[in-house]
């Protein structure tokens, strides 16, 4: 015979349910659909669901044969046909004939799982065996999810992430997060004028290592490099922790709620992330005293403050390491009894040791070994604990995936221990529910370590579309992927971002600059978008800012991304924020959409379905008891799209326009009328968000 059609779709109830990731113990319920064509030997197949297991353990359990209806909508909605598409597999099924009597021999095969008890992966696929003739039927060539594909050889497997229970504090799920390099923000106190010539500096500003310090706050950074092209001189701004607290009312009145600060503590550095002392703050900064004051007045306004935990390496001129002997006290590099020395991984001591990514000024640590660990959260004054008794409300973990498993977790009884409303959020750059690393498959989003995670993997998605690289169906499944393969606690609590320390300014890539490897060093520091590019940036801007604070998640805005800056990768991305000199049109698009995703809850916690329209519109719901707002995007730059409003790969269920008026909450001034089937006009480089009045 030939091959026969077959059928399962892991994003619709109808074939897999529960939809996504599963509480350990839970049951999933698995369907398949075959198709035999007139072969009579239908009742003869037998068909298996294959799954693998933590730790590589195989599973055949047998499927049983289970009766399909006989009326067509709800053969239509066991199909899960989508009214909208007129081809492909699932269309192909609806035209044929679905009884067993003179047409094709249609069966469905039926499993239920018990997942395991403990926190882990599973994979599964279908065996087919019909005679001598084996077929699989497995994930897509993409491993997104959603519709499969029917193999001769063992295929990519759906995944299962089996979780423990998760509750994110609520503050966190329900914030607005803003990033601040602390050096580029806003000079406070002495510096308020901006102007270093007046000789009364704050303490610490100048140092005996040759730094060298920004008259000019609107100067574009750059780096002092040898000729091995390490950094020989660091450059400062001075902005530091009392800049913050006198910018607390511009971030309140921006609807900000959580501040992430990246590194505080005393380094040579600018970015700080080589650590010198984790129980100073840089005093560049600040002090304690001033750390205290900042977290104050951050809770009168409603506003927590998350650290950036470095923990994978410190600085080599650390007092830990202290390798130009700044410090008095005996470092690692100095002596083998120094109480230090075991923190550190010596290849040919001292002057061969494993640093991050090959860069000599950070030494790795070894993070298991039991005195740093006492050190960083195990003790009493470890680091972790004491900065969060001195207010801060929770860390993110600099390059998790080079923190042990173990290490994460018992950090992680560490925070909550000390404040059982704190967060540990993970920089994760992949899929965080499969991520490997180190050849070690990653746990940070079973429950046992991360409460939330960077969203890279959502921002490449978004600005893949945006640009042009992807079409919204490709959008849509991806999408669909990383929503399957995480908890709904974990995709409502990652850290949405679309621009960060680590990357080209979002409003520089928005614009299509050109490549940077294509540039020199000159040329990257002076680039501008010019006005044509820039204009098309801010459109898309727009668009990509408003997927960000209208989905799940925690939206993060890079400072500075808000008023217009623009700049290449490091050092150009860390530029100053532009006070007096901010993009008024772009400040006051973020001031909206911020103050819309407090307005109205349903943009928080609501339900979330994906969909598109044509390969240019995007789309998106958010549903809850009171509201109902459909988001759509046309990220053409030059051509509207009108069309009726029907979703494609959302099928029937939970269409929102069935009936009812509609206004946009981006322009109040656009009501749709009537029911299901009105024309829509979305201009190019548009967006659109519908929120239905009927429901509310």
């Known amino acids: 015979m030939d091959k026969p059609k077959v059928y399962h779709n892991s994003h619709r109830n109808e074939y897999r349910s529960p939809f996504g990731a599963m509480p350990t113990g839970g049951t999933a319920r698995l369907r398949l659909r075959l198709d035999l064509g007139n072969d009579k030997n239908g009742p003869g197949v037998r068909c298996y669901l294959r799954l693998w297991e933590k730790?590589?353990?195989?599973?055949?359990?047998?499927?049983?044969?289970?009766?399909?209806?006989?009326?067509?909508?709800?053969?239509?909605?066991?199909?899960?046909?989508?009214?909208?598409?007129?081809?492909?597999?699932?269309?192909?099924?609806?035209?044929?004939?679905?009884?067993?009597?003179?047409?094709?021999?249609?069966?469905?095969?039926?499993?239920?799982?018990?997942?395991?008890?403990?926190?882990?992966?599973?994979?599964?696929y279908f065996k087919i065996v019909l005679g001598e003739r084996v077929f699989y039927y497995g994930n897509n060539?993409?491993?997104?999810?959603?519709?499969?594909?029917?193999?001769?050889?063992?295929?990519?497997?759906?995944?299962?992430?089996?979780?423990?229970?998760?509750?994110?504090?609520?503050?966190?799920?329900?914030?607005?997060?803003?990033?601040?390099?602390?050096?580029?923000?806003?000079?406070?106190?002495?510096?308020?004028?901006?102007?270093?010539?007046?000789?009364?500096?704050?303490?610490?500003?100048?140092?005996?290592?040759?730094?060298?310090?920004?008259?000019?706050?609107?100067?574009?950074?750059?780096?002092?490099?040898?000729?091995?092209?390490?950094?020989?001189?660091?450059?400062?701004?001075?902005?530091?922790?009392?800049?913050?607290?006198?910018?607390?009312d511009y971030l309140k009145e921006l609807g900000i709620t959580i501040i992430y600060l990246n590194p505080i503590f005393k380094a040579r550095s600018n970015h700080k992330y080589d650590t010198g002392d984790y129980m100073i703050i840089d005093p560049m900064f600040g002090n304690e005293k001033v750390f205290a004051e900042l977290i104050s007045e951050a809770e009168k306004r409603g506003i927590n403050i998350?650290?950036?935990?470095?923990?994978?390496?410190?600085?080599?001129?650390?007092?830990?390491?202290?390798?130009?002997?700044t410090y008095p006290s005996i470092g690692a590099y100095q002596s083998k009894d120094s109480p230090y020395y075991s923190w550190y991984k010596f290849e040919d001591y001292p002057d061969e040791y494993e640093s991050w990514w090959g860069?000599?000024?950070?030494?790795?640590?070894?993070?298991?070994?039991?005195?740093?660990?006492?050190?960083?959260?195990?003790?009493?004054?470890?680091?972790?604990?004491?900065?969060?008794?001195?207010?801060?409300?929770?860390?993110?973990?600099?390059?998790?995936?080079?923190?042990?498993?173990?290490?994460?977790?018992?950090?992680?009884?560490?925070?909550?221990?000390?404040?059982?409303?704190?967060?540990l959020l993970g920089e994760v750059w992949e899929d965080a529910s499969n991520k490997v690393s180190y050849g070690e498959l990653r746990e940070y989003l079973l429950g046992g370590e991360l409460d939330s995670s960077t969203n890279y993997p959502l921002r490449r998605i978004w600005l893949d579309f945006i640009l042009g690289k992807i079409d919204a169906d490709l959008a849509h499944r991806r999408i669909m992927g990383l929503y399957e393969n995480y908890s709904k606690e974990s995709f409502y609590s990652a850290m949405n971002l679309i621009g960060s320390h680590d990357r080209v300014r979002i409003l520089t890539k928005l614009g299509e600059a050109p490549?940077?490897?294509?540039?020199?060093?000159?040329?990257?520091?002076?680039?501008?978008?010019?006005p044509d590019a820039r204009k098309l940036g801010i459109k898309r801007l727009r668009l990509i800012s408003l997927m960000q604070f209208f989905f799940p998640g925690v939206p993060c805005i890079y400072y500075g991304d808000e008023a217009g800056l623009e700049g290449y990768s490091d050092p150009y991305n860390r530029g100053t924020y532009p006070w007096g000199r901010e993009d008024g049109e772009i400040l006051a698009w973020y001031k909206k959409i911020t103050a819309l995703r407090q307005q109205y809850d349903v943009l928080r916690d609501g339900d979330f379905k994906s969909f598109y329209l044509d390969r240019d519109v995007y789309g998106f719901i958010r549903e809850n008891s009171k509201d109902r707002v459909v988001v759509l995007i046309n990220r053409n730059p030059n051509d509207p799209w009108e069309g009726e409003l029907i979703p494609r790969s959302i099928g029937d269920e939970g269409v929102p326009w069935k009936a009812g008026d509609a206004i946009d909450l981006l322009n109040s001034d656009y009501i749709l009328k009537g029911p299901r089937g009105c024309l829509l006009r979305i201009e190019p480089l548009g967006a659109m968000a519908l929120n239905f009045i009927e429901c509310r």
């Open 141 to 248: 060539a993409e491993t997104l999810g959603g519709e499969g594909a029917l193999y001769e050889t063992e295929p990519p497997g759906y995944q299962i992430t089996v979780y423990s229970p998760l509750n994110v504090p609520r503050w966190y799920k329900d914030g607005i997060m803003y990033q601040i390099f602390v050096d580029r923000f806003f000079r406070g106190g002495d510096f308020r004028g901006g102007d270093f010539t007046s000789g009364d500096t704050p303490e610490g500003l100048m140092d005996e290592h040759g730094s060298l310090y920004h008259l000019d706050w609107y100067d574009t950074p750059f780096y002092i490099r040898g000729k091995d092209n390490s950094i020989t001189r660091w450059t400062f701004f001075g902005g530091n922790l009392r800049g913050i607290i006198e910018k607390l």
């Open 359 to 423: 860069v000599e000024t950070m030494p790795n640590v070894d993070e298991m070994e039991p005195s740093y660990r006492e050190f960083i959260y195990g003790g009493k004054n470890s680091v972790i604990r004491h900065w969060m008794r001195l207010g801060a409300k929770g860390w993110r973990l600099d390059v998790a995936d080079e923190l042990p498993s173990e290490f994460i977790k018992e950090m992680r009884i560490a925070v909550k221990e000390t404040d059982d409303e704190g967060i």
């Open 306 to 325: 998350i650290l950036d935990g470095v923990f994978s390496h410190t600085g080599a001129y650390s007092i830990y390491f202290n390798k130009d002997g």
């Open 515 to 530: 490549p940077e490897e294509e540039l020199c060093e000159g040329v990257k520091e002076n680039y501008r978008l010019s």
């Open 55 to 124: 730790n590589s353990r195989e599973r055949l359990l047998p499927m049983d044969r289970v009766d399909f209806p006989k009326d067509s909508d709800s053969m239509t909605q066991l199909l899960g046909a989508d009214s909208s598409r007129n081809n492909g597999p699932v269309a192909q099924f609806l035209e044929m004939d679905l009884s067993e009597d003179g047409g094709s021999m249609t069966l469905f095969f039926e499993a239920r799982y018990e997942v395991p008890q403990e926190p882990s992966l599973v994979w599964y």
